[in-house]
Structure formats: structure tokens, C-alpha cells
């Protein structure tokens, strides 16, 4: 009996053999579809480019995969070939895929080739950018400035850092010391207008600006204006732009004989001191007072202007605005490019055309290049004669995603890093990582064909 059921056991493993895996045909991957499809048109710069095949593969390690003729880099992810290709606006891609690319988990590679075309959405329009400056007969080195922003833009974009708090090119420095290149722009900080001149700030020594500019850079300055935090205060300690820390107010500071008036006067006299040193240096300054004046007014309910000078409204900062530029131009200073800086649905705040040469975002904290670019193109769209910038920018995508992304800002300028640049002698200046913007991200803006460095600006002198 035992022998007959043995018998019996060992026929039906035979019977089994006969239909086992090894018998099996086994078929290559098949190709399902391409992302985007053949021929598709207006593809998103976004979009993502891939093959799928109607089982799980691995990708070859010698695959072949080219985009315009250029070797791809890929990856595969379940059933599909993802290909890293960063898609720029306005532009035709042709994509080929070898036969053997795909392998499923038998150990068959595909066998068929795979090429696939596609357009993406149009690049911007050609823009009628304001041709003279808003200034009354601008200085030859102002207008050859304007005019190299101006030619540029959309097509290049100028490199930038800011100086450590307020005077001095050390955090340009610092990318010069891990890059090996130097940002086309420097820009300057009057933050200490009431404690110069002083052993420690002297705005009256415009050594290092003349140096930036002799050198062919590009000199910009701004003005976090600080005021006494109530009617009597002369420590300058306590002096202030922040909104809430003063009752110094914009809307008062325009009506004579007020304690603001007064205060305004004298600072901008003494500022239009300081810039005429530069005008008679014939060094023209891109010129962003006043920033960031709607602050959150417009973001969400209770928002609210960070500095005193928006705190008062948009009428009031635009009459501010106004006056300053008003008594620039009594004080012959002919040497500037305005800049005025766009928060969130502040249209309200925008002083008009004849008062602003070049609109400016600050952005800090997105990764998506994408919403940066769609910010980028909602401002151009917004103020459609004026070229956009980057103004200010900290941990953000990179320029290069941005710019293929559609983001073509005029320049972009990384917020400094105290602890990091403060001492160019320290151990910290060493180091590659930063606050707004590590080393990686530089020489990423850097590789980009479209970003401007020191060494590639021409004088315009």
C-alpha cells in the first residue's frame, strides 16, 4: 500500500513538472505610454517626463536615454522610467528611449525603442519695458546701468549679495571664497544713518563702494530707516522701523510742524548727503527705500505693516514715497533707479509709473519653484512696462529651477547671514552653510548659462 501511494506521489511531481516556470515563455515589458504624450503641445515646464511599460522594471545601468540628443539621467519607479530633464518655457523636446532600457523582474529587457515628442507652453511675450528712468535727466552711468538691466532681462539674470547689516561687501566675499566668483551686485545698508558718522560706521568713507563700482560691479543700496519710538527720544539705542515698536507716523511726518516733520527732514537731508558723495563719484545706485510697506495688510485678516512707514496706509506711503522722490530730484540727485517692493495684493501701495524704475518680491521659505515663478509672472502681468526682481530671497528653490521654471527676474540678491560673514577673519566664514543661502546654492546659480558674475559685467562707467 505504502508503496502504491509513493508510486502514485512521484507521478503526479512528474505530471507537475511538465508545467513549470521554467517551461514558461517569458515576455519583455511592454511600452503602455509616454508623459507627455506624443505631440502634446503647451506641456507645463513642471510636467514630468517619463515612460510607463505594463510591469514593474528596473532600468538598465548603460540605458542610452537622451533628450535632444544629449544623454538624460533616469531612474525607475515601479512600472515607469522617470527622466530628469528641468523644461524650459517655449522649447521643443524630443525624447528617445533604446530598446533594453526597461527590465522586468524576469530578467527580460524590453525590446522595442521608445521616442516621443513634445512642445512646452510658450515662453513670455516680448515686454515694452519703460525705456527712460523715472528720474529727472538721469546721469550717463545711471542710464548705461538701466539700459544693461534692460537688455538683459528675460534672458539673463544679475547675481547679488547684500552687505553684513550695512557697509561692506562681506557676504560677497564669502561667496567668492567658496565659489571662486564674485555676484555682479552689491548691495549697501544706510541702517546706521543716525549713529553715523561714527569709529565704527562712517558713511562719509565710500572707499568700499567705489571699489565695487571701480570694478565693475553694480552698486544698490537700501534703507531700513529707523525713527525714535515716541516724540522727545534722542537715544539713538532706541530708535526703531519696526511698526509697533514706535508711534512715529508716516501720515504725520507729511504735515508742518510736527515732531515727524521734523525728523524727516533732517534724515533725508542727511541722507541726500550721503548719496550726492556718490553722485559726484558719478556712481549710480539701484535705489529700494521704503520696502516691504504693506507687510501682511493684505494676506490675512488682522495682517499688518511691519515698518512705520506702511503702517499708516496706502495713501500715506504713497505721499511719503512721493516726497522723497520729490526732494531727491530738488537735490539734483540724478544718479538713482528706483525700486519699489511688492508685498500681496498691494496695488493700493504702488506710487505710479513716473516714480518707479524697477518692481521688486522678497520671498523667503518656498521650495517650489513653480510658486515662485507664478509670483514672478502675477507681478509682470500686474506692472507689465516695469522689470521684476528678486529683491530679497532666503531658502528658496534654485535659480536655475526658478529661471526654467519662468521666473525671469531682473536679479536676485540672498539676505546675509550675520554669524556667518560678521567676521571675514573667523572660523565661521569657512564654513559653506548659510542662513538664506548655502554655498550648494550658489554654484548651483552659478553653472546656470542665464546668471551674471562679477567677471562677466562690462563697465558702465
Excluded at 522586468?104 to 512646452?120: A, C, I, L, R
Excluded at 534692460?150 to 539674470?157: F, M, P, S
Excluded at 516724540?231 to 530708535?239: H, P
Excluded at 510697506?293 to 499708516?312: C, I, P, Q, R
Aim: charged share 20%; glycine share 6%.
Amino acid at each position: 500500500m505504502l508503496r502504491s501511494l509513493f508510486l502514485i506521489f512521484a507521478v503526479l511531481i512528474s505530471v507537475s513538472g511538465c508545467s513549470s516556470d521554467s517551461d514558461t515563455p517569458k515576455v519583455p515589458p511592454l511600452f503602455v505610454s509616454s508623459t507627455p504624450a506624443d505631440g502634446a503641445e503647451d506641456v507645463a515646464v513642471s510636467s514630468e517626463v517619463s515612460v510607463t511599460y505594463d510591469e514593474v522594471i528596473t532600468l538598465a545601468e548603460n540605458h542610452g536615454i537622451t533628450v535632444n540628443g544629449q544623454s538624460a539621467t533616469a531612474s525607475a519607479h515601479l512600472t515607469k522610467v522617470i527622466i530628469e530633464e528641468n523644461l524650459e518655457k517655449g522649447k521643443e523636446y524630443k525624447v528617445s528611449v533604446p530598446s533594453g532600457t526597461a527590465i522586468n523582474t524576469s530578467g527580460v529587457p524590453s525590446e522595442s525603442g521608445v521616442e516621443f515628442s513634445f512642445t512646452t507652453e510658450a515662453a513670455p511675450q516680448p515686454l515694452e519695458i519703460s525705456a527712460d528712468l523715472v528720474v529727472t535727466n538721469p546721469s550717463q552711468e545711471a542710464r548705461n546701468v538701466y539700459n544693461f538691466l534692460k537688455e538683459n532681462y528675460g534672458t539673463k539674470i544679475i547675481s547679488g549679495a547684500v552687505a553684513n547689516v550695512s557697509w561692506n561687501t562681506n557676504e560677497a566675499d564669502w561667496v567668492y571664497r567658496h565659489t571662486g566668483k564674485y555676484p555682479a551686485m552689491n548691495t549697501f545698508d544706510y541702517i546706521h544713518l543716525n549713529w553715523s558718522p561714527a569709529n565704527w560706521i562712517d558713511y562719509n568713507d565710500i572707499e568700499v563702494v567705489k571699489n565695487w563700482w571701480a570694478n565693475n560691479g553694480i552698486v544698490s543700496a537700501c534703507w531700513h530707516w529707523n525713527v525714535p519710538p515716541s516724540e522727545g527720544v534722542t537715544d539713538n539705542n532706541d530708535f526703531t522701523a519696526t511698526a509697533d515698536e514706535t508711534t512715529f507716523s508716516a501720515a504725520n511726518a507729511l504735515i508742518e510742524g510736527t515732531w515727524e516733520n521734523q525728523i524727516l527732514k533732517a534724515d533725508l537731508e542727511e541722507m541726500a548727503g550721503y548719496l550726492k558723495l556718490l553722485s559726484d563719484e558719478n556712481i549710480p545706485v539701484v535705489w529700494r527705500p521704503l520696502h516691504e510697506a504693506a507687510g501682511n495688510t493684505y494676506e490675512y485678516d488682522n495682517g499688518t505693516a511691519w515698518f512705520w512707514w506702511g503702517y499708516d496706509g496706502a495713501e500715506a506711503f504713497r505721499n511719503l514715497w512721493i516726497y522723497m522722490f520729490d526732494y531727491f530730484e530738488q537735490q539734483g540727485l540724478n544718479n538713482l533707479i528706483w525700486v519699489w517692493t511688492t508685498q500681496t495684493k498691494d496695488e493700493a501701495f504702488y506710487p505710479g509709473d513716473e516714480y518707479v524704475d524697477i518692481v521688486g518680491r522678497d520671498i523667503y521659505n518656498i521650495g517650489s519653484a513653480e510658486n515662485i515663478a507664478s509670483q514672478f509672472e502675477e507681478i509682470q502681468t500686474t506692472y507689465p512696462t516695469k522689470m521684476v526682481t528678486l529683491s530679497e530671497n532666503g531658502n528658496v528653490a534654485d535659480i536655475s529651477a526658478q529661471w526654467n521654471s519662468g521666473a525671469l527676474w531682473s536679479y536676485f540678491m540672498p539676505w546675509y547671514d550675520y554669524n556667518r560673514t560678521v567676521d571675514p577673519e573667523s572660523a565661521e566664514f569657512n564654513e559653506t552653510s548659510h542662513g538664506h543661502g548655502n554655498i550648494d546654492w550658489w554654484e548651483d546659480a552659478f553653472s546656470h548659462d542665464a546668471v551674471i558674475t562679477l567677471d562677466e559685467m562690462p563697465d558702465l562707467k
